[in-house]
Structures are given as C-alpha cells and as structure tokens.
C-alpha cells in the first residue's frame, strides 16, 4: 500500500513537472514570437517612413488668377488625394497671390471640415506667381479647371514653357475640364505641339450653357478637333478620364478625383521604371 502510494505520488509529481515544463515552453514560444512580431512591424514601419521620404515627389497644381475664378472642387480633391498618397503639393497661378474660387457649394460636410484644418486653406491665397517657378522642381503639373482658364490659361507662354519642360523632362502634365486650356498652345522641342495627335478630353461642347458659348474665345472640344487633338467625350456630367502617356485629362468636374488616381498611378509607374532603371 505504502508503495502504491509512493509510485501514485511520484506519476502525480512527474505529471505537474511535466505540465509546469510545457507552460514554461509555451510561454517562451510566445514571447519568443511576440517580440519578433513587433521587430517586424518596427522594422516594416522604419520602411515605409524611409520608402515614403526617399519616394517623396512634387506636384504642382495651376489655379487661374482671372477674375472669372477657379473651379475649388477641382483644386481640392486632386490636392487631397495626392497629400494622402504622399506626394508634396504646391498651388501656383499666372499672377500669384489670391485668386477668386468658384464652386464651394459644390463641397461635401466632410471636404468642408477636411478643407477648415488643411494645408490647402493657407496655401491658396497665397499661390507661387508662375514665373517664379522652375520646372525641375516638379514630377507633374496640374491645371485645374473653372471659368478662368479660359481667360489667362490659354496664351500664357510662362505656363506653356514650364509645361513643356515638365513633359520634356519626364514628368507628367494633367488637367481637368477648363483646365486643358493651358495645353492647347504648349509646343515641344521639336516644333510639335503637345496635344497634336494625343488621346484628350476636356469640357465637352454639349456640357456647355449660353454663357461659355457667349463669352468663351472658343469651346475646348472644337479647338483640340482643330489642332489635331483626338477628342473624346461621355455625355454630360459623366466621369471620363483619357491617358495618353504622360498626358492625363479629365472631361469634367466630375472627373477630377478619377484622374488624380490615374495620375498618382502613373507617377508611381514611372518612380518604380526609374529605380529599375537606376540599379540595372
């Protein structure tokens, strides 16, 4: 009996050690793993915060200074997305200084709150004069659209110089709606001009009221037809973005957050073509 007992309490001891060793290796595995985990997240956050300086581009974005106003949606929205994708931003108009924005009812409660605390509200009455600009600083430009770019977008030859140097140079050239504008005249090195022969959109002639027709030089889809531009349209209000290369247009207000994804696409495209290109 006193030896049954022995052996009883000898499996029991045998059983807690046993026990006691397995909860001891599992909480080793445990921390073993936590604190790999958290290396890895450390060291994949270290990454991205170093990915996404070296990566850092610049976008400059054109509002009209005529006093006829800018479109605001159409600055807002392509600002907004391209902050959130990292990009840096600066806002820069034929004139400088303050320009009259348009279309602020146009604004959602959240872009409205968004707009009250961002970089964009100090930044636009105090847009960069275009001559005061250098190309080089640049991976895109953006013309926004509005009714004033039809006024001090069309013959501006600042504009039309930088635009040409950004392309020449690799970047991007975008616009929205009215915004084209600023390309029609844009001629390149070898005596070509930008849109001759490129996929484009703009604000299409059935999109436009009596007053565009009364007071306009000319409607965008007519001139791009004329300069050798292949025009393309949806019916009215619908987003329609056209890529051509490195040149990206929107047909409308609409389609202004569509193309800023494709052009934030497109330059990512183009960075990771370049780091390729840089290690082979």
């Known amino acids: 009996m006193d030896n049954l007992f022995i052996i009883k309490s000898h499996e029991q001891s045998h059983t807690k050690f046993r026990s006691f060793s397995i ?30 300086h070296e990566t850092l581009q610049k976008v400059l974005i054109i509002i009209s200074s005529d ?107 975008s616009a929205d709606c009215h915004g084209i504008a600023a390309l029609l005249n844009v001629y390149l090195e070898n005596g070509s001009r930008l849109i001759a022969g490129k996929k484009i959109t703009a604000k299409a002639n059935h999109e436009e009221g009596r007053w565009a027709r009364n007071n306009y030089p000319f409607l965008l889809e007519n001139k791009i037809t004329e300069l050798g531009g292949l025009y393309s349209s949806k019916p009215t209000g619908k987003p329609h973005v056209v890529v051509d290369g490195r040149l990206i247009t929107g047909q409308n207000p609409a389609s202004a957050i569509p193309m800023t994804k494709q052009l934030i ?16």
């Open 265 to 280: 696409q497109t330059l990512l495209t183009l960075e990771s073509s370049q780091r390729l290109n840089t290690r082979s």
């Open 23 to 52: 909860l001891c290796f599992n909480l080793f595995f445990a921390t073993f793993f936590s604190l790999g985990s958290l290396a890895s997240n450390s060291d994949a956050k270290s990454f991205n915060e170093k990915r996404k």
């Open 67 to 173: 006093s006829h106003g800018y479109w605001l949606p159409e600055v807002l929205e392509p600002y907004q997305l391209l902050q959130q994708a990292g990009f840096e931003i600066d806002i820069a108009s034929p004139l400088g200084g303050k320009g009259k924005a348009s279309g602020s009812f146009r604004l959602s409660s959240e872009q409205e709150q968004w707009f009250a605390q961002s970089s964009l509200l100090k930044k636009l009455p105090n847009s960069i004069a275009v001559n005061q600009v250098q190309a080089q600083d640049y991976q895109a430009i953006f013309f926004a659209g509005g009714s004033g770019p039809m006024f001090d977008f069309i013959n501006n030859r600042v504009m039309q110089k930088l635009t040409a140097s950004i392309y020449q140079n690799g970047g991007v050239v």
